[in-house]
């Protein structure tokens, strides 16, 4: 996806040889046309997997997500970050996740009521760093008993180690830009 490369290049910030900002058009403020485009593209991809719904992680990965499930024409759900466990496993499921940015845990939260075992589910996040969200993510619609298709994610910094753990699980993993290197002198792509 070359348009996604080039904003990277143009306006990613390296903030170090790990994390890389993107605030001015997907974690801050949201070029609406690239998430146009960013939503055709995994549409495309999974057109055929019968997707049902897709999930994202609150909350940079709610404006790809909505662009990717208008584009497949289903609903999208808004799995919440939360700072201690509720004791309601009635209505709702919860697994602990590490958080790569703040370095700090938090409680990935479902709603039982929008997950159901019929739904086939594609994940669609941001980035995708050592996997520990799309794991949670991916943990909480076992649970449900839902399946999962696939994961969409943005930008993948192919350095670390979140493919090889997901793919370990079997899941179809599409990054429309792999990042190879991150330095003072600039952002590397794997293709
Ligand atoms: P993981 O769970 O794969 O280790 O990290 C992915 C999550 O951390 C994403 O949901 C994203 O919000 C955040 N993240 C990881 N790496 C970066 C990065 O380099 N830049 C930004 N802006 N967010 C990141």
Avoid: W
């Amino acid at each position: 996806m070359n348009l996604l490369k080039e904003k990277i290049k143009s306006d990613g910030i390296v903030i170090n040889e790990h994390v890389l900002k993107v605030d001015s058009f997907l974690n801050h403020q949201v070029d609406t046309k690239l998430m146009d485009f960013i939503g055709k593209e995994f549409a495309n991809y999974f057109k055929d997997k019968q997707i049902t719904k897709v999930v994202t992680i609150e909350s940079s990965g709610i404006a790809p997500a909505y662009a990717t499930a208008f584009a497949l024409n289903v609903p999208f759900v808004i799995f919440k970050k939360q700072s201690s466990a509720i004791l309601d496993t009635e209505t709702t499921i919860q697994t602990p996740v590490h958080s790569f940015t703040k370095n700090t845990d938090y409680i990935l939260t479902a709603s039982k009521k929008y997950l159901t075992e019929a739904d086939n589910i594609l994940i669609i996040d941001d980035f995708l760093a050592n996997g520990q969200a799309a794991m949670g993510a991916y943990r909480i619609l076992k649970e449900a008993g839902a399946s999962v298709a696939g994961i969409g994610i943005v930008i993948e910094k192919s350095f670390q180690d979140g493919r090889k753990k997901l793919e370990s699980l079997g899941l179809d993993i599409y990054s429309l830009a792999k990042i190879s290197k991150i330095s003072s002198e600039g952002i590397e792509f794997l293709d």
